[in-house]
């Protein structure tokens, strides 16, 4: 044993050679010598089972054994090369622990309460829908499961049903009431503490009556919260079905007027019909127009598209054809290909309705071939019938040529592979698809069905830097009218004709994209404060006059002519400075030297597959405005886990200095917030040393009032539960921070918030964005990963032609 133990690195390396293996060379060998030179380091008996529990699960993950037996094998034969004893014993306890098979079962509806966070699972990864092991990292308000691969280290929302869990879990007592009610995880364990007299916060004290009454409260406002948000989800859904009832019984019954859309004097209310968010309004839209549709966060813009698209403000022409894209797909056993075909129901519709007349067609013809009588009063009654079938025929063909229905197949497939949707995928179920890939069907369903009035709401949040750049090209040849919310500039700059500001419960209309607004509307309050301080200098100028004059009695005339023109001048309002949303991230004492580099790094998750990043060199020093660009499954999530040490490389070094604290936000975040609880809570649950004082401050920081900091994360909007997010992880004052799209929840307002709060911060920032504005104005640097490569850039356009180059 001590000869084994004097050169250790040298006998392991030759020990893994002398056996010649098939699929192991390169940098797999270079790291499982590692792994077995560890186990070596350690001053403990060698034997089977300790090389085992080093490399055996490694062989298997890489190709090199085909099963845990050959592993095993592998492992003895390694031993006795490096001249230990092995028994035939020991061979067969090894086999006994690792050679028996867990028996994994597949979840489905009725089973997939039973999944928790943390469990260890198998899940199918979409790039070639094989299984592997993974972790479950959050449950999705979606329905989908995020996970983070064991072997790969790489995060995916999965479905349910791409999961398998061990037997074993399944067959607990502790999940076995969950399979006999499948109820969601969180309502379980709401239920647990509601019935329990017990404080969940480790002390094992009884909670006093009091704690129990504000339990029991919280309790009854979560399951009043989850009623309302369940009534409106139905509600929203009758509101579409109805409102395409009532497109197509126009269709059929009213005759176009055209395609311009003309409503005046209109107003508009929450949903709770609490305030009014639109009052004598004018609402103009016309074909040929792209139109930008701005405003403050929660001021009714969504409002507003909805009902549009449920025909529910009077006048407007419900003959027109309106689809909304605000919410994903939902799952079924349909091919992608046949959900986008079958999403456009006024084609299906008219296809059957051709199919029924042409058939009633050939069989009067039969009839009138077999009949050897002359004309009767019923055979007209039929001529008749036939020639209103022929005409309501020739309106079908007409209105199937209009919508070019007999390309249908080929222009579906055209759209899906502008967005990322290969061959394959396409004839995937949409129930395998995860919350992201489902909004990707939604909005090619919407391209497909070509509507007169396609609302887009933020349609570039769930798609990659070449998916937003061909959905770009397509909308800039979509004649007919295009309304879009979208926190992103560079896309509206390059889509739209027109603005449409939602401000002070009116919609002010304004020619060009959003810089051109930003310009005329600069420009326009310039020479409002003009006009109000030269009205406000000459009303002082004749009141002063007034003053001075009143009681003399020869200019009294004078000052009557201008008490007059006093009374009849017009008086203008201040134009008032829009309150900015400020962020304000807490500053960081400067470490001097690299925070975060690599150093020459190989890393590839299996043989099979090869290297992901290759020979890569790069470094976060404290001034690093870093900006990641690079296509779906490049690399970039595998760059920053490397970064961040949840990953370690093949070869080469990971250099991180221990005393940098690194925060990551990233696209997940706000599903991982806790919506059953305040900021506050959440916050002093997260950081229990922290006083209430303490994180309230650090919450306004981030434009939370405080009036929000004890309102449910659940009830607040969007861009709100963003910002409770930038708190949590800032909290620690980190000196890096790793974002990871953090533009994707957030309107325009917040954007330019996070942008000045960045670049007045003095700590560094490493970011993953496909919104080019977020890009330009934050990053000094850009990394481009492109085909394992990764290249550093000082231009966003050079990193850009690197990243997307194919």
Not at 435 to 443: A, D, F, H, I, K
Not at 699 to 718: A, D, K, P
């Amino acid at each position: 044993f001590g000869r084994i133990m004097a050169d250790k690195s040298a006998d392991a390396h030759e020990a893994l050679n002398s056996l010649d293996l098939l699929h192991f060379d390169g940098p797999v060998f270079r790291y499982i010598a590692e792994e077995l030179q560890r186990a070596l380091d350690s001053k403990t008996k060698l034997t089977v089972v300790k090389v085992n529990d080093a490399i055996g699960e490694l062989l298997c993950s890489f190709g090199v054994a085909n099963t845990e037996d050959d592993a095993l094998k592998i492992c003895n034969q390694v031993v006795q090369k490096l001249g230990g004893e092995i028994s035939q014993k020991i061979l067969s306890e090894g086999k006994e622990r690792k050679g028996a098979k867990e028996e994994w079962i597949q979840l489905d509806a009725k089973t997939k309460a039973a999944i928790q966070i943390g469990m260890e699972c198998m899940a199918k990864y979409s790039a070639d829908n094989q299984w592997y092991k993974a972790r479950v990292e959050a449950l999705m308000t979606s329905g989908d499961i995020l996970v983070v691969f064991t072997e790969y280290g790489n995060e995916e929302t999965v479905p349910v049903d791409w999961i398998k869990l061990p037997a074993s879990e399944l067959k607990n007592s502790g999940t076995t009431t969950l399979l006999v009610a499948p109820v969601k995880i969180h309502q379980v364990e709401e239920k647990e503490k509601k019935n329990s007299n017990m404080a969940d916060d480790g002390s094992n004290r009884t909670l006093s009556k009091r704690e129990i009454r504000q339990l029991r409260q919280k309790q009854k406002a979560l399951d009043a919260m989850r009623r309302k948000r369940e009534a409106l989800m139905r509600e929203q859904r009758e509101k579409e079905e109805e409102a395409m009832r009532t497109y197509l019984e126009s269709i059929r019954t009213a005759k176009k007027q055209g395609r311009d859309v003309n409503v005046h004097n209109f107003s508009m209310y929450t949903p709770d019909g609490s305030a009014q968010l639109l009052d004598s309004a004018e609402l103009k839209l016309a074909p040929g127009h792209r139109v930008g549709l701005i405003g403050r966060n929660g001021i009714g813009k969504t409002t507003l598209l909805r009902h549009i698209a449920n025909y529910e403000i009077n006048g407007f022409p419900t003959y027109l054809r309106v689809v909304h894209v605000q919410q994903e797909v939902r799952g079924d056993t349909r091919s992608v290909l046949d959900t986008i075909i079958s999403a456009d129901v006024e084609r299906t519709m008219l296809l059957a309705e051709e199919k029924r007349l042409t058939a009633e067609q050939n069989n009067e013809k039969k009839l009138k071939l077999a009949s050897a009588e002359g004309k009767t009063d019923k055979n007209e009654k039929k001529d008749k019938e036939g020639d209103e079938a022929g005409d309501r025929l020739e309106e079908i063909y007409e209105r199937l040529h209009e919508i070019d229905a007999w390309k249908a197949e080929t222009r579906a497939a055209h759209i899906l592979s502008g967005l990322g949707f290969t061959a394959d995928r396409q004839q995937v179920t949409t129930k395998s698809l995860s919350g992201g890939w489902r909004m990707r069907v939604s909005l090619a369903c919407a391209l497909f069905v070509g509507p007169d009035i396609l609302l887009l709401d933020e349609p570039t949040n769930h798609l990659d830097f070449p998916a937003v750049l061909w959905l770009q090209k397509y909308l800039l040849k979509y004649t007919k009218t295009l309304v879009i919310v979208s926190h992103d500039r560079h896309f509206l700059n390059h889509v739209t004709t027109d603005i449409i500001h939602l401000h002070n419960r009116k919609l002010n209309y304004y020619k060009g994209n959003y810089t051109t607004f930003e310009k005329v509307r600069g420009e326009q309050r310039l020479a409002q404060q003009r006009a109000y301080e030269a009205n406000e200098a000459k009303r002082k100028h004749m009141q002063e006059f007034i003053d001075k004059f009143r009681f003399n009695a020869k200019r009294a005339s004078l000052v009557q002519s201008r008490i007059k023109a006093l009374a009849r001048m017009e008086k203008l309002a201040e134009v008032e400075d829009e309150a900015q949303l400020r962020f304000d991230l807490p500053q960081v004492i400067k470490i001097q030297g690299n925070m975060l580099a690599l150093d020459n790094v190989d890393f590839g998750y299996d043989k099979r597959r090869g290297l992901i990043l290759s020979d890569v060199s790069v470094c976060v020093h404290a001034d690093s405005r870093v900006g990641v660009l690079g296509a779906n499954g490049a690399g970039k999530t595998t760059l920053i886990k490397l970064l961040m040490g949840t990953l370690e490389p093949f070869r080469g070094r990971a250099i991180r200095n221990r005393s940098v604290r690194v925060a990551c936000f990233n696209q997940h975040h706000m599903d991982q917030l806790d919506l059953n609880m305040t900021p506050l809570d959440f916050l002093k649950k997260k950081f229990p040393k922290a006083t209430t004082d303490q994180i309230r401050s650090h919450l306004s920081r981030y434009g939370i009032i405080s009036s929000l900091h004890e309102q449910l994360i659940g009830n607040l909007s969007g861009g709100q539960q963003s910002r409770v997010a930038f708190g949590l992880v800032t909290y620690p004052q980190p000196h890096v921070m790793v974002m990871d799209e953090p533009t994707n929840h957030l309107d325009i307002e917040t954007i330019d918030a996070l942008v000045r709060a960045i670049n007045s911060w003095n700590g560094a920032v490493l970011f993953v964005s496909h919104d080019q504005y977020f890009l330009e104005t934050v990053g000094k640097d850009f990394w481009g990963v492109s085909e394992g490569k990764v290249r550093q850039f000082r231009t966003f356009k050079d990193a850009k032609r690197f990243s997307y180059a194919r």
